[in-house]
């Protein structure tokens, strides 16, 4: 069993920054997609970015280069650094993990584990 716990979240005029931070805990192992998912209003949720077993990275294309996703993995803790923050980038922000080889996918439905959430709010 995993355990995903966010933090980080908060309440940024647009253009502001936020960095969100995902505490990992119990069995994790190497073989294991991590992600960050959101959920706005009036849509279901979306991919935000992902990193997979071999380190690679892939962005969703509404992030356009404004979020950084990384992990440490010593500490098992992934982080999203998010710069040029919009009020539709507003939305409960999950961490992810998905086992089963370590590869990730957009889908919600294909991870394992999720993390209860942590708010983020952009005015404009």
């Known amino acids: 069993q995993a355990q995903l716990v966010e933090s980080g979240g908060g309440s940024v005029q647009a253009g502001g920054s936020l960095r969100l931070s995902c505490a990992a805990s119990g069995y994790i192992g190497r073989d294991v997609c991590m992600a960050w998912f959101r959920q706005v209003p009036g849509k279901g949720r979306e991919g935000v970015a992902r990193?997979?077993?071999?380190?690679?990275?892939m962005y969703a294309d509404f992030v356009q280069g404004r979020f950084t996703i990384s992990q440490d993995v010593a500490e098992n803790t992934l982080y999203l650094e998010m710069n040029n923050l919009k009020p539709e980038d507003t939305g409960m922000y999950y961490c992810?993990?998905?086992?089963?080889?370590?590869?990730?996918?957009?889908?919600?439905?294909?991870?394992?584990?999720w993390g209860r959430g942590t708010q983020v709010t952009v005015s404009a």
């Open positions: 990193v997979n077993k071999e380190g690679r990275i």
């Open positions: 992810v993990a998905r086992f089963s080889g370590g590869y990730c996918y957009w889908d919600a439905s294909d991870y394992d584990y």
